[in-house]
C-alpha cells in the first residue's frame, strides 16, 4: 500500500514511518517543512505527488498546557488542517487515520471511557482534537480515529524521559496520583496504526497500552524499573498547578469485537529503556 506520513518528524510520527516501512508499504514520511497540514496548496501537491491510498496525520498540537494561550494555533493544525488532509485524502480516494487524545474526556467518568462514551474535553487541546475528529469524520468517509493516550517514544520528550532527568539531579520527586491513564508506547501503537489502515474497521478505536496507573505509579514503575533509587513523594492535581485542566480518569477501554491490543505498559516501559540504552 501507498501511505503518506504527516508529521513524520513527530514522537509517534517516526515510529509510525518505521513501522508502515517494515511492513513493505511504499511509505512517505513528509515532516512539517514538506507539508505543512494548514496549508491547502501543500497538502493537494503531497497527494497529487505520492497519489497514497493511506493517509496517516502524525502532525499535531502536543503541547496541552501551551494549547490554553493559544488555543486558534493549536485548533488550525489539530482541528482545520486535519479537516483540509482527511478531505484531500477523500478525494484522492484514500483512506485517513487521525490519532486522537483521552483528554476528548472530563474524566469524571468511574471506569474506562468506552468508544461511545460522549466526549466533553476540560481544556483547549481537548477541544482542538475533539474538533478534529469531527472534521475528519465529516470530510472522509473511509476514517480511522484513534484515541491514545500518555505516549512515550524515543523519538521526542516524554513522562519517561523528565522523570529519568529529575532522578539523576535530585533524590525526590513530586508527582501526582489522582489522575488515573494508560501509558502508551509509540513504537506498539505504531505497529497498531498500521496494522488497522490494512483492515475497513472505520470509525473510533482506542488504542492504549495494557493497563492503568497514576503518574504517581508510573514514575515509580520507571525508577524501578531503572534502577534508580529516587524516592517519589505523592502530591495531588490541586498541588501542582498546570495552566490546562486534566481529567482525573481517563482510562481507555474498548467495545469493539476484534480491538488491536497493545501489551502491558510495564512490559512496554522495559522495552523501551532496554532501546533507549542500546541507542545510547
Ligand atoms: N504525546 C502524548 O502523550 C499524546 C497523548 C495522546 C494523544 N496524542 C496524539 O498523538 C499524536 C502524535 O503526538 P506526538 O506526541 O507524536 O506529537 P509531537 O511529537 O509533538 O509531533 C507532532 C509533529 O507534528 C509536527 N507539526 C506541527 N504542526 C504541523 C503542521 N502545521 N504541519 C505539519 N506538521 C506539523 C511537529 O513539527 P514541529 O516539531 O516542527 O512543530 C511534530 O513533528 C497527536 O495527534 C497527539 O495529539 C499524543
Redesign the pocket.
Known sequence: MRVLI??A?????QDVVGAAERRGHETFGL??RE????DPADIDGAIADLRPEAVI??????DVDGAEDDERGATA??DT?AGLLAAAAARAGASILY?????VFDGTKEGPYLEGDMPAPINAYGRS?LGGEVSVAAANPRHFIVR????F?L??G?FVETMLRIGAEQPEVLVVSDQLGCPTS?ADLAEGIVELIATDAHGIHHMVGGGACSWFDFAVEIFDQAGTETRVMSATTEMMARPARRPANSVLGHTRADPILLQPWQQALRRYLADRELRG
Open positions: 504527516a508529521g518528524a513527530g514522537m509517534l510520527g515532516t512539517r507539508l505543512d497540514v494548514t496525520d502524525c502532525a499535531a498540537w502536543s493544525i489539530n488542517g490519532p486522537s487524545t483521552d483528554y482534537k491514545t493516550s500518555w505516549l517514544g523519538g521526542g516524554n509509540t
